[in-house]
């Protein structure tokens, strides 16, 4: 056996352990594992620095999660896009593939509780009809792995896997989606990723929510898979008493790149059932990433996205730039709130030197009464009811 395999094993679980371990009443206790169990890996178990800090909330089961019944069991649609079992067809190029339901860790916050924990809610037995969906579909060029965490399946079947989906010709690029590098960075071995670059191009997504994550273990398994020529990147999820704070995003961001992770995705977190508890507001996050934008390097900056409910797909969300938008110009704000004037090429703009701008409150670019405009950010300094703005004129030599 190896050494993450005997981690798993030794993971804390029961609910015996829950109320030893963690001071939860035996009841609750028993509530939350039938909701969704438990599995926190030694290693992870070791990076808790005290009660209730942001690597506890995502592991420790919390009543909060029973006393939410409103969020959706499967907010994202995703079974009612899965045309065979283990595959979900939402996006015309690309598919989702579940190979097991096994992860490192059941992280709290979870989107696929429905299909992650006991093995019997991903059959390893249904792989035959998704590898034969996937044949035929001659669209789908990109394949995203998934589960639970690929990466809990064994070198061998694994490769098993990798060698089918190569041999299907119009897949191009195959995406393992794995939290292993974060929660269990022990199972990032040589073995795996000599077996892994056989079978290039490989991406790995991960999934990093807080600075305290990354750990000399975690950063070597991440740069064990670049040296592979694997790119990895990140997806992290937005959420309230983890990762709500714009310094320890960027402190999340920057790290990563250093152990060369390009930061992808920042999610809002998903209205799933025993989740609500880790929400924030829309504002919250484009606030962040307001604060990073213009004050730390464009590579550590991830899109922010929501992952619409009902199986919308990925929908970009960003801070409000454009202030005011005619058939010549765009007014915008910079990051630091300043206001500039950008002339689109078939503005006829001569002698104007000052252009008015309607506020315009429908489109996010009123202020609320606050100082604020609504989407978490405060208004430009010379920013009134109605602002005139100078316009640079490029004046010609001739
Ligand atoms: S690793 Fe991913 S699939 Fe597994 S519990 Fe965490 S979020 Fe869910």
Redesign the pocket.
């Known amino acids: 056996m190896e050494l993450w395999q005997q981690m798993i094993r030794d993971s804390v679980h029961s609910i015996d352990q829950l109320v030893d371990k963690f001071g939860i009443d035996r009841k609750v206790a028993e509530g939350l594992d039938e909701f969704f169990q438990a599995r926190i890996n030694p290693y992870y178990l070791s990076l808790i620095r005290y009660p209730g800090d942001p690597i506890w909330k995502q592991c420790v089961p919390d009543k909060a999660e029973l006393d939410d019944i409103d969020g959706f069991e499967d907010p994202l649609q995703e079974d009612a896009m899965s045309p065979v079992p283990n595959i979900t067809h939402r996006y015309p190029d690309r598919a989702l593939f579940l190979t097991t339901s096994q ?5 709290r ?5 429905r299909k ?1 924990g006991n093995s019997d809610k991903i059959s390893m037995k249904e792989l035959e009809s998704a590898f034969k969906y996937l044949e035929k579909h001659t669209e789908i060029r990109d394949v995203v792995m ?4 690929p990466l809990m399946l064994t070198d061998t079947m694994l490769e098993k896997i990798l060698k089918r989906l190569r041999q299907i010709p119009h897949i191009e690029i195959i995406r393992i989606g794995s ?1 292993m590098p974060c ?1 269990l960075p022990h199972r990032i071995t040589q073995k795996l990723v000599d077996m892994i670059k056989k079978y290039h191009p490989i991406y790995v997504n991960t ?1 990093f929510n807080h600075p305290w994550e990354i750990t000399p273990e975690s950063t070597k398994a991440c740069e064990m898979l670049a040296n592979a020529g694997i790119p990895v990147s990140n997806q992290a999820v937005l959420m309230k008493g983890v990762n709500d704070d714009a310094d320890v995003m960027k402190e999340l961001f920057t790290k990563l790149l250093k152990i060369r992770v390009r930061p992808y995705y920042l999610y809002m977190a998903d209205e799933t059932r025993g989740a609500n508890h880790f929400r924030t507001s829309l504002d919250k996050g484009i606030e962040i990433m307001y604060k990073l934008r213009g004050h730390t390097s464009g590579l550590a900056i991830p899109h922010f996205v929501i992952d619409a409910p009902g199986g919308g797909g990925k929908i970009p969300v960003l801070p409000q730039y454009i202030l005011h938008r005619d058939d010549n110009r765009i007014v915008m704000r910079n990051y630091k709130n300043e206001v500039f004037v950008y002339r689109e090429a078939h503005a006829d703009v001569k002698t104007e030197t000052k252009i008015p701008v309607e506020i315009n409150k429908k489109n996010g670019n009123g202020t609320n009464g606050n100082g604020n405009n609504g989407n978490g950010l405060k208004k430009p300094k010379n920013f009134k009811e109605k602002i005139e703005v100078t316009e640079m004129i490029h004046m010609s030599k001739n």
């Open positions: 992860c490192g860790m059941y992280c916050f979870c989107t696929r509780k992650v998934s589960g639970g965490d939290k929660v999934h």
